[in-house]
């Protein structure tokens, strides 16, 4: 099984400022990646498909990176509704998700 | 509009079983893989399983760890996706999300229904 790792834990930002949020794959999963945001409540809201395409309505602060292990998204200007988890996905092998990164406010 | 819809939660005993469908309006059901994401309480996300779409065969894929007790099909003619769940354990507890997949991403999800395993 493809095994997700995802840092830091937490982020604590404050609006305005650019978050960069990080996903690394124990094998590599091409460029097979998307990532999601989640708030409480909510279902899970699509951002990036295949590391680096954004999906439909995604604001451009919203932009991913990367191919084989590592991958990037980054936020390049937090607005107050960009507070929430987020997860990176795996598609190449099956499926499994990271532990998520919890974006909240400083 | 496309819109998803599970049901079939509830509480349910250790070592029962339990059917969820995924009832699905506003695409082409067919022509798109259908996946089925959990959250335990408190925890993060868990992909379960999904179906490819009809053109790919129809074939299912599950998780590893609960291939031989969670199935996912699905009926084109009613534009319903279902999960299977045999032999539930405490763990299996959570909220279930189906999912409309595009390019191998969940495009779209329903609001969940939460699955509840206990005596």
């Known amino acids: 099984e493809i095994v997700l790792t995802q840092s830091p834990a937490t982020l604590s930002?404050?609006?305005?400022?650019?978050?960069?949020?990080?996903?690394?794959?124990?094998?590599?999963?091409?460029?097979?990646?998307?990532w999601y945001q989640h708030k409480p409540g909510q279902a899970p809201r699509l951002l990036i498909y295949d590391a680096s395409n954004r999906a439909t309505g995604i604001p451009v602060r919203f932009s991913g990176s990367g191919s084989g292990t590592d991958f990037t998204l980054t936020i390049s200007s937090l607005e107050p509704e960009d507070f929430a988890v987020y997860y990176c996905q795996q598609r190449d092998d099956r499926g499994?998700?990271?532990?998520?990164?919890?974006?909240?406010?400083? | 509009?496309?819109?998803?819809?599970?049901?079939?939660?509830?509480?349910?005993?250790?070592?029962?079983?339990?059917r969820l469908s995924c009832m699905t309006s506003g695409f082409t059901f067919g022509d798109y893989n259908v996946a089925w994401v959990r959250q335990a309480p408190g925890k993060g996300l868990e992909w379960v399983g999904f179906i490819r779409a009809t053109r790919y065969g129809a074939t299912p894929e599950s998780a590893a760890s609960l291939e031989d007790r969670f199935t996912v099909s699905r009926d084109d003619s009613k534009a319903i996706g279902?999960?299977?769940?045999?032999?539930?354990?405490?763990?299996?507890?959570?909220?279930y999300f189906c999912v409309k997949e595009r390019e191998g991403a969940g495009e779209k999800w329903g609001q969940g229904t939460l699955v509840t395993v206990s005596s």
Request: neutral net charge; glycine residues 12%.
């Open chain 1, 13 to 34: 930002l404050s609006p305005g400022e650019s978050a960069t949020l990080s996903c690394r794959a124990s094998q590599s999963v091409s460029r097979h990646l998307a």
């Open chain 2, 82 to 95: 279902y999960l299977d769940m045999n032999r539930l354990k405490t763990e299996d507890t959570g909220v």
């Open chain 2, 1 to 18: 509009e496309v819109h998803l819809a599970e049901s079939g939660g509830g509480l349910v005993q250790p070592g029962r079983s339990l």
């Open chain 1, 96 to 106: 499994t998700f990271g532990p998520g990164t919890k974006v909240d406010v400083k």
